[in-house]
């Protein structure tokens, strides 16, 4: 159905006739009974009779007023959200992020984000990286910030943070004890990682199966802070972010290693960016820029 032509039947219906509706559309009559002429062939259907100078609905006209009523409403909130979100920054934005980043990362972006834009509703959603990455690629969300790694088109991913790893135990492991312990010595303890399948685990898989070493597990974890209180009572030895590190750990320099991971923004390449994630991704590239410089 044709809005102007339902414009046009709700205006004869308000005002009981062509010549008032005209009026109040800016139309001629012939151009407003065109219309209604246009509607009641669309419908298949009589919406008025004609009873001398009057016009009145019929049973079909009764029933099709209230729903036009609607139909147009919604038309016009419509074109008013779209006027909204031409001049300026609202709507919902959808992103997903990891744990570690947002305990460690996000706040202080989050705090200058929502002050800025206060009439952003957000939907944040805690998820793996590799399941966050997906979400991006289905459309199901705007953006993720997660751990990094290759990104395949239509992803895009772009670095924010790089994020320096250290391997740790408890301070009564046997290995806290030696100064500068090898990866061969780690290779004779279990260690507590993140999921096999995860970005951060495969740097660490990598660098010992690079030197042919074995990498035993005693137990596997996607939530870091899981992974510092495995590590820090004792049970095994681990790999953890230096931003989460404290006395109940004990660092472990080993020799001729330094492990790193990226943390960035993945987006798709082929979805046009809503004005409040191109806002959210302006904060981000400025917050990376200040942390460059600090």
């Not at 044709?2 to 039947?9: R, Y």
């Not at 009572?233 to 660092?251: E, F, I, Q, Y």
């Amino acid at each position: 159905m044709d809005l102007a032509n339902l414009a046009a039947f709700v205006a004869v219906a308000e005002h009981g006739g062509f010549s008032s509706a005209a009026d109040q559309l800016h139309l001629t009559q012939p151009a407003v009974s065109k219309r209604i002429a246009q509607l009641e062939t669309s419908l298949q259907a009589r919406l008025f009779d004609r009873l001398g100078r009057q016009v009145v609905l019929t049973e079909a006209g009764r029933t099709l007023l209230p729903r036009a009523r609607r139909l147009l409403d919604d038309a016009g909130d419509a074109r008013r959200a779209l006027r909204e979100v031409g001049e300026g920054v609202g709507g919902v934005l959808r992103f997903a992020t990891s744990h570690h980043i947002g305990l460690h990362r996000l706040p202080p972006l989050l705090r200058r984000f929502v002050a800025k834009y206060p009439q952003v509703e957000l939907d944040i959603r805690f998820l793996d990286s590799e399941q966050a990455w997906n979400e991006v690629l289905q459309g199901r969300i705007d953006l993720a910030l997660t751990t990094l790694g290759p990104a395949t088109p239509p992803l895009r991913a772009t670095p924010l943070w790089e994020d320096p790893l250290s391997f740790v135990a408890a301070p009564n492991h046997p290995l806290a004890r030696r100064a500068r312990p090898t990866l061969a010595e780690l290779s004779e303890h279990p260690a507590v990682l993140p999921e096999p399948h995860t970005f951060t685990h495969r740097i660490v898989a990598d660098a010992f199966g690079r030197r042919g070493l074995p990498l035993r597990l005693r137990m596997t974890s996607n939530y870091m802070e899981t992974l510092k209180m495995l590590a820090s009572v004792g049970l095994a030895w681990g790999v953890l972010p230096r931003t989460m590190l404290d006395r109940s750990l004990r660092v472990l320099p080993v020799s001729g290693l330094k492990l790193s991971r990226q943390l960035g923004c993945v987006t798709h390449a082929g979805r046009t960016p809503s004005r409040a994630t191109q806002a959210f991704i302006a904060l981000l590239d400025g917050g990376r820029d200040r942390a460059a410089n600090s």
